[in-house]
């Protein structure tokens, strides 16, 4: 049997059982800890972040012709969940890295050398395609969600005015007086939603390195993909067409760049194939590795 040269030595393949779980619960304790400190962190200025992440309402109420912008505490305990929930979104974000090393060290050892290499660049576009997708969100869905939905308020008649009119009635008003916990779940679900809509190339890449979808396949299923993108874009985004349109559009696009990298992946594999003399030109296909002869 073909035998794999000194770079494709696993690392670690002889702890038994138990050594395994003692090491996933040492990583594990490691990654809570992380995200214990960096969301302790977090709570410590949660003020700014909510500065932050209320920064498109107010600019949407601004064009909206209003000068006030404010949120409401509807319990008395709200304050501090919306406190609680900025630290734990906080907290994950500024984890994450060490929790990805901490996972990828427990797996490592697991990988092949050359795995361990083709394995490293998902561990990095991962995190940048999550936080391109949610400045994506940040920046342009959520200005177009928010003016949508303030586009419902209306202004009300004064009484008195009203009453020195006959023929028509008090008009009532309709303003925005939003929850501060109800607007930050609104918009942590677009950033979230978004962040893991950008990961599709990355998933599917990877599905493509390690053989399980094709670039043939995807391209078949062009048709299926945008029935689902399109329902994935109404159930993210407000019944906004515009915004609609616009997070269809961007996720087609993630799904026609993953093909032309699948297909990347696999004339990266077939050129190695060849080089190893285990790729047959006359059918496609890869062949067996021929056993040595005595």
Not at 24 to 34: H, P, V
Not at 46 to 62: K, M, V
Not at 64 to 84: I, K, P
Not at 205 to 225: E, F, N
């Amino acid at each position: 049997m073909m035998a794999r040269d000194d770079e494709d030595k696993i690392d670690d393949s002889s702890a038994p059982l138990i050594e395994h779980l003692t090491e996933l619960r040492s990583r594990l304790i490691k990654s809570l800890l992380a995200f214990t400190v960096a969301m302790l962190l977090s709570f410590t200025v949660w003020n700014p972040i909510f500065n932050f992440l209320t920064r498109p309402l107010c600019t949407a109420l601004e064009a909206d012709g209003q000068q006030s912008c404010g949120l409401v505490l509807l319990a008395l305990q709200e304050g501090f969940f919306v406190a609680v929930s900025i630290s734990l979104l906080g907290g994950l974000v500024l984890s994450f890295p060490v929790i990805s090393y901490q996972m990828w060290r427990f797996v490592a050892p697991g990988l092949y050398r050359s795995e361990q290499r083709a394995f490293l660049p998902f561990l990095v576009a991962s995190p940048f395609m999550f936080f391109l997708g949610a400045a994506f969100a940040y920046y342009v869905i959520t200005p177009l969600a928010f003016g949508f939905f303030l586009g419902f308020q209306q202004a009300g008649s004064l009484l008195g005015e009203a009453a020195t009119t006959a023929t028509e009635s008090p008009i009532a008003g309709i303003a925005f007086q939003g929850s501060a916990q109800a607007y930050l779940s609104l918009t942590m679900k677009f950033i979230v939603a978004f962040g893991l809509c950008f990961q599709l190339p990355v998933l599917l890449t990877l599905l493509g390195k390690a053989g399980l979808v094709g670039a043939a396949g995807l391209k078949s299923m062009r048709k299926y993909a945008s029935v689902a993108i399109l329902i994935v874009a109404g159930i993210a985004t407000p019944p906004d067409v515009v915004s609609q349109l616009i997070l269809f559009s961007v996720v087609y696009g993630l799904y026609e760049i993953s093909i032309f990298l699948v297909a990347r992946v696999e004339r990266q594999r077939i050129d190695k194939l060849k080089a190893e003399g285990l790729w047959d030109e006359e059918t496609g296909a890869e062949v067996a590795p021929q056993e040595d002869k005595a």
